[in-house]
T-cell receptor, first 112, second 114 residues
Framework: QKEVEQDPGPLSVPEGAIVSLNCTYS??????FMWYRQYSRKGPELLMY????GNKEDGRFTAQVDKSSKYISLFIRDSQPSDSATYLC????????????FGKGTTLSVSS | EPEVTQTPSHQVTQMGQEVILRCVPI?????FYWYRQILGQKVEFLVS????????KSEIFDDQFSVERPDGSNFTLKIRSTKLEDSAMYFC????????????FGSGTRLTVV
């Protein structure tokens, strides 16, 4: 059973573009939704998290969760070459400490 | 900023040998995890550890694997008899108590089984 689906890309955009990254999931028990950024041969680094449905904004990044559709998104405005990385969605249940379940990651390349 | 430290960064081992991967989690964190990422694949959950015992494990975490917290700072993953398919990046992570999102990952150990 594939719990979290994410298009691996690669996605190539010019500097300044708006980027949309998405994941779908099947397990309705997921309550916490996270986006991680991963550089080559490094560990995932937390970018943003959202609890339940709704939007959250942090600078150029906006995370959206639609629990009714089991769909989450990360938008990057005014993308920069330094945003080039792999973006992983991850989810966990309500109970503290439960395991994170990751999507496969989308590789983004922003060209100057 | 506090970080999770993993050693070694790269280990090459012969098939059938035992390996121990080491992690020093963030000092005030109480949940500890091991994940692995085979090249080109998802980051996969292996095991979580809380209050000196395994709290959750995946079907990947079979009898070949074991975890230990031998002292107050280290957290280890042992693979008893390595197989070629164990070649992957292994990530340690830790989490504060009563948090659902602040998982901090180490930089990983790249394990190559030859």
């Amino acid at each position: 059973q594939k719990e979290v689906e994410q298009d691996p890309g690669p996605l190539s955009v010019p500097e300044g573009a708006i980027v949309s990254l998405n994941c779908t999931y099947s397990n309705s028990a997921f309550q916490y939704f996270m986006w991680y950024r991963q550089y080559s041969r490094k560990g995932p680094e937390l970018l943003m998290y959202t609890y339940s449905s709704g939007n959250k904004e942090d600078g150029r990044f906006t995370a959206q969760v639609d629990k009714s559709s089991k769909y989450i998104s990360l938008f990057i405005r005014d993308s920069q070459p330094s945003d080039s990385a792999t973006y992983l969605c991850a989810m966990s249940g309500f109970q503290a400490g439960t395991a994170l379940i990751f999507g496969k990651g989308t590789t983004l390349s922003v060209s100057s | 900023e506090p970080e999770v430290t993993q050693t070694p960064s790269h280990q090459v081992t012969q098939m059938g040998q035992e390996v121990i991967l080491r992690c020093v989690p963030i000092s005030n964190h109480l949940y500890f995890y091991w994940y692995r990422q085979i090249l080109g694949q998802k980051v996969e959950f292996l095991v979580s550890f809380y209050n000196n015992e395994i709290s959750e494990k995946s079907e990947i975490f079979d009898d070949q694997f074991s975890v230990e917290r031998p002292d107050g700072s280290n957290f280890t993953l042992k693979i008893r008899s390595t197989k070629l398919e164990d070649s992957a990046m292994y990530f340690c992570a830790s989490l504060q108590q009563s948090s659902n999102y602040g998982y901090t990952f180490g930089s990983g150990t790249r394990l190559t089984v030859v």
